[in-house]
């Protein structure tokens, strides 16, 4: 899978809510996870925390894409009941799988500030 695709596959995987497990075969065991609320330095505990609290109800509508060698950045319209952002994410791909991830957005929807 190029970078684009493997960023795409993690969303549909991630935005289910199901059989999480399946992120296994696209995340690099040292995966490293930054986002407003969490952080996480390996593909095992990002997993089990997504296990633990499900993405249930939640979805997405990508509106750019750019990809760069082994990085990708999806900008999306991210929802779920109460709330509605924009958010970033940025992958990069080692070793035919995902390395890395940063996930940028306004916490403060989160917040009901926003």
Known sequence: MTPLELALRY???FFSGKSLDRLEAILH?????????YQFTS????????????????????NHTFEKNNLVNLIYSFSKPGISTTMSQLFE?????IANMVLIFDSAAFAGKG
């Open 93 to 97: 791909v080692r070793d035919n799988k």
């Open 43 to 62: 593909a095992q505990q990002y997993i089990a925390s997504l296990k633990a609290d499900p993405p249930l109800g939640c979805s997405y509508k990508i």
């Open 11 to 13: 969303m549909d995987i």
């Open 29 to 37: 065991e040292e995966c490293q996870f930054r986002g407003p609320f």
